[in-house]
């Protein structure tokens, strides 16, 4: 995914980026104006690194709200690292973002009231009964109690436990 931009002599969003990044503009596509109000979510620079190998290498880019986003690369191309940086399950080695105004890196319990994912494969476990797995859940967002409304609401009272 490559952020977007827009032809006009107004300042862009990518102008914060730094010259070397700007080597591609003509494959960035333009960014509606109505677009520009709302960012959503603003990564720039983002760098992994694990011992000495590079995973994620200054990733920049900017989404919108109303944007459908996907991270799309080969094998090892940094996207799974990517999304547990921005989620809290990886530490960033430089690098900032933003989602809604908040800093994803300083202000995460914020940032994970209005920010999710959901991951490719399910995530169960299987020594977890019902009302574990949504406390376990529940805890990791911050939010305490509620689980025996939930597993009322969703019908799994008789296999709860």
């Known amino acids: 995914m490559f952020p977007c931009r827009r032809k006009s002599n107004k300042k862009t969003e990518l102008e914060d980026l730094g010259p070397e990044q700007h080597k591609d503009m003509d494959k960035?596509?333009?960014?509606p104006e109505s677009l520009l109000?709302?960012?959503?979510?603003?990564?720039?620079?983002?760098r992994k690194v694990f011992d000495s190998k590079v995973a994620v290498d200054n990733t920049s880019m900017t989404m919108y709200e109303g944007q459908i986003f996907a991270l799309l690369?080969?094998?090892g191309a940094g996207k799974t690292t990517t999304i547990e940086m921005l989620t809290g399950g990886l530490q960033a080695s430089g690098g900032s973002a933003q989602v809604l105004?908040?800093?994803?890196?300083?202000?995460?319990?914020?940032?994970?009231?209005?920010?999710?994912?959901?991951?490719?494969?399910?995530?169960?476990?299987?020594?977890?009964?019902?009302?574990?797995?949504?406390?376990l859940y529940a805890d990791f967002k911050g939010k305490r109690?509620?689980?025996d409304r939930m597993i009322f609401e969703i019908e799994l009272g008789e296999v709860a436990d």
């Open 28 to 31: 960035f596509e333009e960014v």
């Open 37 to 46: 109000r709302s960012p959503s979510m603003k990564i720039r620079n983002l």
């Open 101 to 135: 105004g908040l800093d994803m890196f300083a202000e995460m319990g914020e940032v994970r009231e209005v920010l999710g994912v959901c991951p490719q494969h399910n995530i169960l476990f299987d020594y977890l009964t019902v009302r574990e797995h949504l406390e």
């Open 145 to 147: 109690g509620g689980v």
């Open 73 to 75: 690369g080969h094998n």
